[in-house]
């Protein structure tokens, strides 16, 4: 039994096992994206881990901060910052080997500040956020040529992998449109597909960019991939106790029992991330049984309905993971609140212990 309160074990093996994977179907090398904290996973940990794999080509991580914390914990890999780069943190890029991702004329212009003129560059294939437009191209190579810079990647990116074929290939065609003219000499990389976009053929690109699958999440329902869940939460039972027929239970009572009931209270709570929305929806897994969340969840803690369920305090809830016959997935509560998995997994906050586990 753990010490902590709440934890969230890491499961490396099934880290390797899920990159392996995906590795193996999409006969791609990877760029492993442990941006926002690896997904919650622990930026450090996993970025060690995988500094160690020999198809991860590159870390990427969204912000300058987020690459050189990865730096200060000795890691190796190339990263690259898919954020970009603001006048600002020239200084970080030059000072812990970053590559920026570069997706607009400013950017294009701080490259000239830096020691390695290394870039990544982007390009707007229809996502509207970051990139260049195709109509670009020509302003680019002119300036590319004149700074002596070295565009080492190049990358799109996919808003609608998951849920849009046509306009998804679309894309690729102007991608691959955009790779014909853009002149970068020493071009190694080219990438677009995400963890969803790998079931799309996409064989001028080289690499790809993988978060969500490799923490053993399905972007899609059926994907073509064998995934294991990389992060388990776990909390305690701190109390339990009886309640009678009538009673309401927890903040505004939103939650009446219409029996006599036995309830259990766990250290886990809105503020560890587990979303108020849940309240009165959401299940857990005590003992190997499912328990009802009921009322409202609150910041540390949340009331589980025990009322068919063996347990005792101490007793440990499952809020992510799987034991006996059950299992509880990101994408289970991202369901149930209307959200994405992406969302509930980067949530996980920082009061819950995380615990690796090598096997
Ligand atoms: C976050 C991110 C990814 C990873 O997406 P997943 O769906 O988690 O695989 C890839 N590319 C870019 C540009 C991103 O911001």
New binding site residues.
Partial sequence: MFLHRSIAEINLENLKKNITNIYNYAKKEIIA?I?ADAYGHGAVNIGRFLDKIDFVKYLAVATAEEGKELREANIKKPIIV?GGILKEEIDIFNNFNLVPVISNFYQLEQVKSLKNRNIHLKFDTGMHRLGFYKEDIEKINKLIFDNCINIEGVMS?FPSADIDKEFTENQIKIFQEIINQLKAKNLKYIHIQ???GIIYNCDFCNLI?????MYGEK?IKDYPVELNQVMQVKAKIISIKDIKKGEGISYCHTFKADKDMKIAVISFGYADGLPRALSNKGEVIINNNKAKIIGNITMDMSIIDITDIDAVIGDEAIIIGSAGNQKITFTDIANLTNTIP?EIMCGISKRVYREIITE
Avoid at 209 to 213: E, N, W
């Fill in positions: 994206v941006k898919l990116h995400n963890s969803a960019r993988i978060g969500l699958a972007p992406y």
